[in-house]
């Protein structure tokens, strides 16, 4: 077989860009997602912690869900990105972490963000923007301090978390660091591959859109802390993707820690935001300086 990206044939570099080829049943972990994200949905609104549901664009799916910290006062925001490769899952399975971080003096907000095909990418991270200037906006309503706002991803919502850091906010109407940190997880920030492989079936783009939405390739405006991790067991290329990133964010002087997180896979190392006391969580609460788990 013909070569089409590194030394990868079309069947290899299909294989090394899905996840799922690292385990045995995927849905095992995506039903803890809609279990866990259930559970902190149902214990929030007992309590009369959250909004749901809250518009903050003019597309149908630009929505996202806010939870605020048990105790009040002025607190940061943690922003999250649910992975699904631009094309599944939603802000429904991506709020397991609320708790954690409700416990621990931060607001939390799950993104929901229309899907491919139905949006381009270009389409998917303007849409991701327009919900960071929306909270900012909107701040003093839920009195989360729009100074402290960080975010993290997960897979595809990494690349997202990463593009928004990219971002010139000042055009937005934004200070040019709006955003304070970046957690990326199972991320992917160079998207040549991604556009050789079968993922892009669904997704559509051409050789421009993918170089214009690689973080990787581009100039980094904003300097703030960067968390990249990715699971033991993962395929190679994902595990290539944040290691060349954390080197090209270190050459440009911004902190960037890098972990390969033990005994777990692409699927279920984000769920280690859901316990306060895994690697992942406490990296991401002493960014926010709210270690007090």
Same mark, same amino acid.
């Given at each position: ?14 294989? $090394? ?21 259930? @559970?902190? #949905? ?24 806010? &939870? ?18 631009? *094309? ?36 998917? =991270? ?12 909107? @701040? ?15 897979? +595809?919502? +990494? ?16 200070? @040019?660091? +709006? ?31 993918? @170089? ?6 581009? #100039? ?18 994902? #595990? ?7 080197? =090209? ?10 972990? $390969?997180? +033990? ?9 280690? &935001? ?7 969580? *406490? *990296? ?10």
């Amino acid at each position: 077989m013909t070569p089409i990206y590194a030394t990868f044939d079309q069947t290899e570099l299909d294989r $090394e860009y899905s996840p799922s080829s690292c385990i045995d049943d995927i849905n095992v972990y995506l039903e803890e997602f809609v279990r866990a994200s259930n @559970a902190a #949905k149902d214990h929030a609104l007992g309590t009369g912690l959250c909004d749901l549901d809250l518009q903050y664009g003019p597309g149908d799916e630009e929505t996202l869900d806010l &939870f605020l910290p048990t105790e009040s006062g002025s607190a940061p925001l943690h922003v999250f990105i649910h992975g699904g490769y631009w *094309q599944l899952l939603s802000k429904n399975e991506s709020c397991f972490a609320a708790p954690m971080f409700q416990r621990n003096g931060s607001y939390f907000s799950a993104l929901n963000y229309t899907l491919a095909p139905h949006q381009t990418l270009t389409g998917i =991270v303007d849409e991701n923007r327009r919900a960071i200037v929306w909270l900012f906006e909107n @701040a003093d309503k839920w009195g989360f301090d729009r100074d402290r706002i960080y975010l993290s991803g997960h897979s +595809a919502g +990494a690349h997202i978390a990463m593009m928004l850091l990219l971002t010139d906010w000042v055009t937005h109407g934004l200070p @040019a660091d +709006a955003i304070k940190g970046v957690c990326a997880v199972s991320g992917i920030f160079d998207l040549e591959p991604v556009r050789l492989c079968y993922v892009n079936d669904v997704v559509g783009m051409d050789a421009e859109e993918a @170089a214009l939405n690689s973080p990787i390739r581009h #100039k980094h405006l904003n300097q703030c802390p960067v968390i990249l991790s990715y699971g033991e067991n993962e395929t190679t290329e994902f #595990k290539r993707q944040s290691d060349n990133y954390q080197k =090209v964010l270190k050459e440009v002087g911004m902190p960037a820690t890098l972990k $390969e997180i +033990a005994n777990r896979n692409h699927f279920d190392v984000i769920l280690d &935001f859901a316990d306060a006391n895994s690697w992942l969580s *406490q *990296q991401v609460l002493s960014q926010m300086e709210l270690n007090r788990a």
